[in-house]
Each structure stands twice: as C-alpha cells, then as structure tokens.
C-alpha cells in the first residue's frame, strides 16, 4: 500500500507517515515536547512553510511517497490560505505552492493538498472509526475555534464564528467580529475577557462556586450549543464531535441539555455530544484520507 504524508498544524506543526487509517513510526513535531503554543504567532509565513516541508521530509525517509496532505487553520481555497485569524501572517499565502517548490526532486510530482485543519480532524474521525460513508461534524477547541466537516464540500464552514449573541460588548473575537462564538469560548479570547486569570484558573474558579466564572462558563457552553443548533437547523440532525487541545473545558451533559432546550422541531431531535480526546495523529491520519482521495479526483 502507497504511504501518504499526513501534517496537522493546530498550536503546534504535527507530521506522520500514514498507510491506511494508521501513523508509520513516530510523530515529528514542532515545538517539541512541551514547547510554547505561541511559538507559531510570531513566525513569518515563510518560516512555518519551510519548517513543514523540513518535516515532511524527515518523516518520509527513503519511502516513495503518494500524496501529501497538511491540515490548517482558517479559510483554506485552492492551496492558498485566505485568512487565519489566529495566524494573521499567513493570510493570502500560498502554501500548497511554496511547498511543492521547495520538497525538491525526490518529490516531483507528488501531490500536496491543503485542507481547514478542522477538516482534516473530520475526516480522521470518520477514517479511524471506518465509517467513510457519514456525515461527520467537529468542533475543535483551542486558541481559536475550528468547525470541521466530513465529507468536505465547497464552502466556508467558518463555524467558529458562528454570531452567537447580540451584545455589542462582546468583541473579543481574532478576527475583529462582534458577536462570535470564538470570541467567547476560543482560548485566545478567553484571556482578554479575563485579564487577571488564566482559562484553567477561570474553570477551576466556576468549579469552586465563583459566581463570574460560573456565568462565564454557561455561556461558552450556551455559545457552543448555539453554533450546533444552527447547524442542525442548516443541515439536520446529527452527532457533533468537540476535540481540540481545550476540550477539557467542556461538559458533554451540559452541551446535550442546552441543546434540547434549542432545538424542538421533531424532525431534527437526536443529535448528541461526543468527545473525542485531542489527537494529532487522527489529524494527520485525516488530512493524509483526504489528500489522497482529492489527488485521484
Ligand atoms: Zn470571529
């Protein structure tokens, strides 16, 4: 079986070698270990498109690579980023293209896709579970808020900025609109909101009964919800996966409540809640499905 490159590119740069629905050997990651997850904020475009293609490399080896597939945050059409709001440099760049020039010979020819890293989250669900056939739809939580969709289809799919509330004060979203869903639950905004507190701290608190926290803590939840039931009302029931590097912060049981309460027409009762703990390799492992499958259509 032809392996396949799979990157994932979320706080972190995660690298693997796919064959079927499995990571080969070892992850390459950037930072490595514990490193900061600010690490990528400050780094020009150039300097994230060069340290991928360094990876890639490194984790294929002497294998004859098929097709290579990156996962990565914000507006992604055409190999070109368009906008990542939480990675504002990367904005009009192109990085299918700086990537196939500069893998050199070893790798002419090999296809490289670029997929909404949310997406490519997705898409890993829906292969390591073997369900191909099925609509999947995820939320990833982290310093922005990504929703992905299996099978991908044109379009935006921006649901993190979903418009959640209509008060004006709430304007702590990346990408300057008021209202959002990532203004309020991405960790990012988080701690422009709480300028004296760090997220964990402001869980921690709303556990032990502080009454901002605690409001502040249904509301993430009820904005999450919100983004969710205008989903189903877009496209119908289902079950919604929540993944991503803070997903800690997030109640299952309470998502499924609020949501009853949200959605009520009949033919759209029973979606659930799923978590699905954060992985880089079911990323790596999606974006790798996709661009082989997108490399043969
Ligand atoms: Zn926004």
Redesign the pocket.
């Known amino acids: 079986m032809q392996r396949t490159v799979g990157a994932l590119v979320m706080e972190h740069i995660a690298v693997g070698l796919v064959e079927g629905e499995k990571v080969h050997g070892g992850l390459n990651v950037y930072p490595e270990g514990h490193g900061s997850s600010e690490a990528l904020l400050s780094m020009p475009a150039d300097a994230i498109a060069d340290l991928i293609r360094r990876q890639v490399q490194a984790v294929s080896g002497k294998e004859k690579i098929g097709a290579i597939g990156i996962g990565f945050p914000g507006i992604i059409r055409n190999g070109v980023v368009e906008d990542s709001?939480n990675l504002h440099q990367m904005k009009g760049f192109s990085l299918q293209a700086a990537l196939s020039n500069a893998l050199g010979e070893k790798f002419a020819g090999v296809p490289v896709r670029i997929f909404n890293d949310a997406d490519a989250m997705a898409a890993g669900i829906a292969a390591t579970r073997g369900k191909l056939n099925k609509l999947f739809r995820v939320w990833t939580i982290g310093n922005g808020i990504g929703f992905g969709r299996f099978p991908s289809r044109e379009g935006i799919w921006?649901g993190?900025?979903s418009v959640v509330t209509l008060d004006p004060k709430e304007n702590f979203?990346?990408?300057?609109?008021k209202g959002?869903l990532?203004?309020i639950l991405g960790r990012r905004s988080m701690r422009l909101r709480f300028l004296d507190l760090e997220p964990e701290e402001v869980f921690e608190n709303a556990r032990a009964g502080d009454a901002r926290c605690k409001e502040f803590v249904t509301l993430c939840h009820r904005a999450l919800t919100a983004a969710t039931a205008t989903s189903i009302h877009m496209e119908g029931p289902g079950t919604f996966f929540v993944t991503g590097p803070e997903v800690r912060f997030i109640d299952v049981g309470l998502l499924d409540r609020l949501l009853l309460e949200m959605v009520k027409m009949s033919p759209l009762q029973g979606s659930h809640f799923e978590v699905v703990p954060t992985s880089d390799e079911i990323g790596i492992v999606g974006a790798a499905v996709n661009a082989a499958h997108a490399s043969k259509t």
């Open positions: 709001p921006e993190g900025h979203c990346g990408c300057g609109g959002h990532e203004g």
